[in-house]
T-cell receptor
Framework: GAVVSQHPSRVICKSGTSVKIECRSL??????MFWYRQFPKQSLMLMAT?????????EQGVEKDKFLINHASLTLSTLTVTSAHPEDSSFYIC????????????FGPGTRLTVT | KQEVTQIPAALSVPEGENLVLNCSFT??????LQWFRQDPGKGLTSLLL?????REQTSGRLNASLDKSSGRSTLYIAASQPGDSATYLC??????????FGEGTQLTVNP
């Protein structure tokens, strides 16, 4: 099956710094990638949708200047959390789809971000 | 706006029992529905994908059904095992490949 990787799996950063999370589709071309965040014991909330070569579409309430998304190639999307604060601590998960008929999304293993 | 509800929120059963997890959604205009499994602190594992034109899908001990008109899906797990313990998430696929997730059902299978 299709494989999506994320790096890093865990990251700890200090308040006020920025951190970048990578999402890669390893064996297929991802025309669309999605970024989710998940708080403890809660479900996944979609943050933004990114299509290769175009600007990301953010969900209501998600600050686009704080969560910078770049989808520069068909296999890589990055999420940069700028000026991170403790409340940004969360589990960030990406997914990717090739846009084929099934529209199935393939999920990465997630990145645990802790802001101290 | 699509809303997805999963019942029950938590379920504890003895090993070997057959069980059913429920998922309901408010907007029947969907492309597909996926069931996922999530272990604590981990990402999602896709279990079954049902296209909007399909009624059910089966994989091993798992069977998922879809009734689009009534906005319901069920995940049936046969002969449950302790290794099945996890959170099960239902997600409905809409336009633009967007998924809307339910809150999940936390399953515990006791040996």
């Amino acid at each position: 099956g299709a494989v999506v990787s994320q790096h890093p799996s865990r990251v700890i950063c200090k308040s006020g710094t920025s951190v970048k999370i990578e999402c890669r589709s390893l064996d297929f071309q991802a025309t669309t990638m999605f970024w989710y965040r998940q708080f403890p014991k809660q479900s996944l909330m979609l943050m933004a949708t990114s299509n290769e070569g175009s600007k990301a579409t953010y969900e209501q309430g998600v600050e686009k200047d704080k969560f910078l998304i770049n989808h520069a190639s068909l296999t890589l999307s990055t999420l940069t959390v700028t000026s991170a604060h403790p409340e940004d601590s969360s589990f960030y998960i990406c997914s990717a789809t090739s846009g084929s008929f099934s529209y199935e999304q393939y999920f990465g293993p997630g990145t645990r971000l802790t802001v101290t | 706006k699509q809303e997805v509800t999963q019942i029950p929120a938590a379920l504890s059963v003895p090993e070997g029992e057959n069980l059913v997890l429920n998922c309901s959604f408010t907007d029947s205009a969907i492309y597909n529905l996926q069931w996922f499994r999530q272990d604590p602190g981990k990402g999602l594992t896709s279990l079954l994908l049902i296209q909007s034109s399909q009624r059910e899908q089966t994989s091993g001990r798992l069977n998922a059904s879809l009734d689009k008109s009534s906005g319901r899906s069920t995940l049936y797990i046969a002969a449950s095992q302790p290794g099945d313990s996890a959170t099960y998430l239902c997600a409905v696929g809409g336009s633009g490949s967007r998924l809307t997730f339910g809150e999940g059902t936390q399953l515990t299978v006791n040996p």
